[in-house]
């Protein structure tokens, strides 16, 4: 997920803050699911909005465009006043760098004309590092400057055994932001700690290490939503599936907490895995039926919920 800014002033990211009128802010151009999070600006919106890095854009790309954050936001009766930051680490964007991006960043045909603040579902820092924008190393630099405090892990006792957490709750996720967000929201409103293993700080370590590190819970929520397509070789149509990475955590978790204290939470028609028998799948339905089923899920493996 990353904010999408674009002004038709030259000069309005020469200093900050940024005022542009209420209707042109996180509902054009914006997916409706999304826009309807973020757009009444509640508390929990803004710290949201603020997490998302952002692609500060002056209309038809007249001087390069520059990556950072929003610092702060102020609602008006009829505007939205932003204050915001470049990041320090990131380099500025080429002219023509945003029109290049047009497909991997959902551009809309007339957007890069239009001032608004748009809110995209996409991956921007891996689209920058897969066009070469951005460097891998100015990435994981950047990244330490904002990293949160690491959650209190606790250490294995001397014993050898491995301690169930049951403050804690590891999600496992793909590219679907807002499943995402709802499982953490849903996770924090039962009293508990979401763990996210990219807020997480990295702290030296590779992506195995962290998830070894991090996965010290009692019980694990895998996102299955459809992020990729796949089939077999030769075959004309294809079926959606979770990230590569998602199906590999999951069998993680199982083998490292037992089958009863991970469960996977299914978005959509999505392909599951069919070699790991009585693993626990429930639909992630409008009706919010899961959080109950979840939640007894959690319950029998000790969990005060």
């Known amino acids: ?44 919106a803004i710290r949201e909005l603020k997490s998302f890095p952002c692609l500060f854009v002056i209309e038809n790309e007249h001087r390069e465009s520059r990556i950072g954050y929003i610092t702060n936001i102020r609602v008006r009766t009829n505007t939205v006043v932003v204050d915001f930051e470049f990041d320090p680490i990131l380099p500025p964007l080429p002219i023509g760098s945003i029109e290049n991006l047009r ?34 190393q100015q990435l994981d630099a950047s990244q330490a400057l904002k990293e949160p405090p690491p959650p209190v892990v606790p250490p294995p006792p001397e014993d050898g055994s491995f301690p169930f957490n049951t403050s804690q709750v590891f999600i496992v996720h793909g590219h679907d932001e807002i499943a995402k967000l709802e499982m953490a929201d ?31 819970v009692g019980f694990g929520v895998v996102l299955y939503t459809p992020c990729d397509v796949g089939s077999k070789v030769g075959a004309l149509n294809g079926n959606y599936r979770a990230r ?32 790991i028998s009585g693993v626990v799948y429930i639909s992630l339905d409008d009706q919010g039926n899961w959080k ?10 000790g969990y005060a919920v």
């Open 292 to 301: 109950d089923e979840l939640k007894k899920e959690m319950r029998s493996v």
């Open 103 to 136: 497909a991997a960043i959902d551009l809309g045909r007339w957007e890069l004309s239009r001032t608004h603040w748009a809110v995209k579902d996409e991956a921007i820092f891996d689209i920058l590092l897969n066009h070469g924008l951005i460097t891998q």
């Open 1 to 44: 997920m990353f904010n999408l800014l674009i002004s038709g002033n030259p000069e309005s990211w020469d200093s900050t803050p940024w005022e542009i009128e209420r209707a042109r802010a996180v509902v054009e151009y914006t997916a409706d699911e999304i826009s309807e999070r973020y757009k009444f600006y509640d508390e929990k």
């Open 186 to 216: 849903f996770i924090e409103s039962l009293g508990l700690e979401p763990i996210i293993l990219h807020m997480q700080a990295s702290s030296g370590r590779t992506i195995i290490e962290k998830i070894e590190h991090y996965s010290n």
């Open 244 to 275: 590569q990475n998602v199906v590999f955590e999951h069998g993680y978790l199982i083998g490292k907490l037992s089958r009863s204290r991970v469960t996977a939470v299914v978005k959509g028609p999505v392909e599951t895995p069919n070699d």
